[in-house]
């Protein structure tokens, strides 16, 4: 398949160096194409790209996108249309239920488990983060681009958005686990439940940094207090400061199989409470949908 030929539909997503864009379905399953613009076609941009498209044909995790055809700067891949997890949080600004976040973090925990050990995503975050009309969390194109290229170590690519998101060692530039996944995870998981982030923007990035490594998250319970106390105790595991004291991705996923699986929601659950919360957002992804 030429991917130059491909019909370009509404542009759904941009970051620093990549373009997603709706097209046609493909075997009546929706369709995105990725893109490298022409400014970031050199040979280590195409190397991560390349890289993306290998790492989605070995580990088709539910979050991620289903890989049909590739080329060194285009990539098209099937998956149901999406809603930003920064659209959901704006549209609850006391909060979402406590359905809505532990579902979506268990099922993303779920796919962090079964991770190779080298891989770090490194930009778990609202602005990476979205959650699908299947009721399912979705990795957006910059995730893919980051953990593809297999990298543990602090670079000096990090997206200057995702600082408030950053695990205490990666913050302070030392090398990284999955539970450095674990502990961003943590941070969207605060921000979902509150409507604030766990980090709030400091007068200079530094500042914040410094609070990350410093691990002076606030307690959740002095912003809800009706949560269940495994709740409490859940979030305090991947929020723990030093990485051998975390609960990994695993853990994570037992803790709430055991203790609160009468939490979760089903996927229709979920996707019903998007349409009330953020409903203009949801109307977009339908109609970009096809």
Known sequence: MNLDDVARGPLLYRDNFLECYRTQPIHGEPAELWVLPEQFRDPTFVAMFEDAATFLAHYPLASLPKPIASSPTALLVTAPPWVALKHVIAG???????????TFVHALARDLAQLPRPVVLRSIAPNSLAISTAGQPRLLDTTIARFAGRQTQTSPGIIKGQIRYMSPELAGGRSLAGTSDVFALALVTFELLTGVAAFERRSTELDTLLQIVQGRAP???????????????????????????????GHVVRMIQHELAGELWSGDRMFDEVRRIAPAAVDAALLYGY
């Open 92 to 102: 609850a600004p006391q909060g979402v239920p406590l359905g809505l976040a532990l």
């Open 219 to 249: 307690a959740l319970r002095s912003h809800r207090s009706d949560l269940p106390a495994a709740m409490y105790r859940l979030l305090d595991h991947m929020l723990a400061t030093q990485p051998h004291e975390r609960a990994d991705a």
